[in-house]
């Protein structure tokens, strides 16, 4: 079997006396589209972090393309083809939508270093943006400040951050939470045209949203992964009915 | 379609000519005081003025780090005495000449900035403040300390530097010139600099790091190299002052003059660079006006930068935005 682009070893994580993270071991192939789910504090979003890099894991390690990342960066990960959103939107409020956009273009072409030239007339940094905004249906609010954008729009303008990244790895973060129906059907739609293109690690509490999207579904219960496998196995399986599925299916 | 709403998307919110008018109208207005002060015989205009000028150079380098980068350094008036001490000590040795002396403030500015940034950039918030704080006093402290060179009474520059042997700057208004042309110089530079590529991840930085960092940028290797250019131009104003005042003090970069740079960007307007040139004229002409009427000149010029914190966010370029709101939109809403 071939490599897997992503792999978890043994992942520990505790706050205090709180165990966020409790021995996780997972791989995730190359073109997956992989759904995180389980209740509320079951340490998603702490193994999204540790994945990109935010939060370091008191024991294990993470594998990407190979090579031990366990001790790099954020920026490194994030150069290397992994790129992710946030459960809370997390943009630069005081740029434009496309310049939020073009400095994500601009850290890939690596050339940063640069003290004349007007970036923002930049068509090697605007035109990759704009595409990536047209492919995150945003493309209309992107001369507007970003901080001007609803709630659904900013979810919208990470994602398009995300993908000028052109990522190997992307780590979508509740990317459904809080926005309308109209909105989520867009998403999911997206996201079925990115799938197989690239790997994606959903989190997500939207159960109807989960099955259309996942190859596979891992479910996470006290920091624990409690099984991973199909979503027809997933749903099938009594123990995440009995821990999980069975409130979100009511 | 990309390219059209790419275009679209570059127009900035003002027209260009419009942002220019400000900045224009202050360069004209520097350009054209030596005539004023010739026809009106007030010679304290160009000596005024020339301080002014000297300090601004700074205090753009300074709205760069603040207003840009997000980046509160309570030390820069360090980088100014480093650049005094550099014409003074330089001076001294019998070495007066610009061509050696200005490159020499510079450089020793900008590495003291890189081993000191190196440092303080491994902090953030008030611990960055505190640290900054904390060079520019051991600065400070050597500075008093140096017998050789006049310790605590600071040594006289026995005269103006040359420029390739000629005395160019002897003459007043010719110094003027050459400091209005060293501001310019500084204005445009940064101008370009907060544009650019480099610029905008330093914008970004300031904005959301946690962000930057998940697109791959390692921001604090951006912000030091941001810290050793202010720290260079800052070297820059130090170099211009010790040929204006023919003197050399520690004063020049004890802690208050850090504290008073700061005060002039926030007068002028954070994060427009051309507000900085205007906080540095209204806290220098304030203070010269004030300290006419009262020895006591403070306490008049303490509230006075209280009410500008509390009604005038956008500081004096700000002025004429938070007028309108006031008049249109009612104070509570600006």
Not at chain 1, 16 to 29: E, F, K, N, P
Not at chain 1, 32 to 58: W, Y
Not at chain 2, 50 to 73: F, K, N, Q
Request: glycine letters at 10%; a neutral charge.
């Amino acid at each position: 079997m071939a490599e897997p682009l992503l792999r978890l070893q043994g992942l520990c994580k505790n706050f205090g006396s709180l165990v966020v993270t409790d021995d996780v071991t997972l791989d995730i192939d190359a073109g997956e589209m992989h759904a995180l789910i389980g209740p509320n504090g079951a340490g998603k979003t702490t193994l999204i972090n540790q994945i990109s890099g935010l939060i370091a894991p008191d024991a294990g390690a993470v594998f990407f393309i190979g090579n031990d990342i366990t001790a790099l960066p954020p920026e490194t990960r994030a150069l290397r083809g992994m790129s992710r959103t946030f459960q809370i939107s997390s943009i630069l409020p005081a740029f434009a939508v496309v310049e939020n956009v073009a400095l994500a273009v601009q850290a890939r072409l690596g050339s940063s270093l640069r003290f004349f030239g007007n970036a923002a007339a930049e068509p090697e940094l605007n035109i990759p943006a704009m595409a990536a905004l047209e492919a995150a249906g945003i493309a209309h609010r992107a001369g507007v400040r970003a901080a001007a954008l609803s709630h659904g729009e900013k979810r919208a303008l990470e994602l398009a951050i995300a993908l000028a990244m052109q990522p190997r790895l992307l780590l979508l973060d509740e990317p459904m939470a809080g926005i309308g129906r109209e909105e989520t059907e867009r998403l999911v739609d997206l996201l079925l045209r990115l799938k197989g293109q690239l790997t994606m690690i959903l989190v997500e509490h939207d159960m109807a949203a989960v099955f259309a999207l996942a190859d596979r579904i891992s479910v996470l219960i006290r920091g624990r992964l409690l099984t991973t496998g199909s979503p027809a196995q997933v749903r099938a399986d009594p123990q995440v009915v009995a821990a999980y599925l069975g409130e979100q299916m009511e | 379609m990309a390219t059209a709403l790419a275009a679209e998307a570059a127009k900035p919110a003002l027209p260009a000519a419009r942002r220019l008018i400000l900045p224009a109208a202050i360069f004209l207005v520097l350009a054209l005081l030596p005539v004023a002060a010739a026809f009106s015989g007030q010679q304290y205009l160009i000596d005024l003025a020339t301080r002014v000028m000297v300090y601004a150079v700074a205090a753009v380098a300074l709205d760069v780090l603040v207003g840009y980068g997000g980046l509160i350094s309570f030390g820069h008036a360090a980088f100014i005495g480093l650049g005094a001490y550099a014409v003074g000590i330089l001076s001294a040795h019998g070495i007066s000449d610009a061509l050696l002396a200005l490159p020499v403030a510079i450089a020793a500015s900008m590495l003291f900035a890189w081993l000191t940034g190196i440092v303080c950039l491994r902090t953030k918030g008030v611990y960055f403040i505190m640290i900054t704080l904390a060079f520019g006093q051991m600065i400070f402290f050597v500075a008093t300390s140096l017998a050789p060179y006049g310790g605590d009474n600071g040594l006289t520059v026995a005269a103006r530097n040359t420029v390739a042997g000629l005395p160019l700057l002897k003459n007043d208004r010719a110094f003027y010139y050459v400091t209005l042309l060293c501001l310019l110089a500084t204005y445009l530079f940064c101008r370009a600099l907060v544009a650019s590529r480099f610029g905008r991840v330093l914008r970004g930085g300031k904005e959301n790091a946690t962000r930057m960092a998940t697109i791959g940028f390692t921001v604090r290797r951006f912000q030091l190299v941001a810290y050793i250019i202010a720290g260079g131009l800052g070297g820059l104003s130090g170099f211009l002052l010790a040929n204006s005042t023919e003197f050399v003090s520690p004063a020049y970069m004890s802690w208050q003059q850090s504290g008073e740079l700061i005060v002039m960007v926030i007068l002028g307007g954070l994060g427009t660079l051309h507000g900085a040139i205007l906080g540095t004229a209204a806290y220098l002409v304030i203070e010269e006006w004030l300290s006419g009427v009262t020895e006591n000149w403070q306490v008049i010029f303490g509230p006075l930068l209280v009410l500008v914190v509390l009604f005038a966010r956008g500081g004096l370029v700000g002025l004429g935005t938070t007028l309108r709101r006031g008049f249109f939109g009612g104070i509570g809403n600006g």
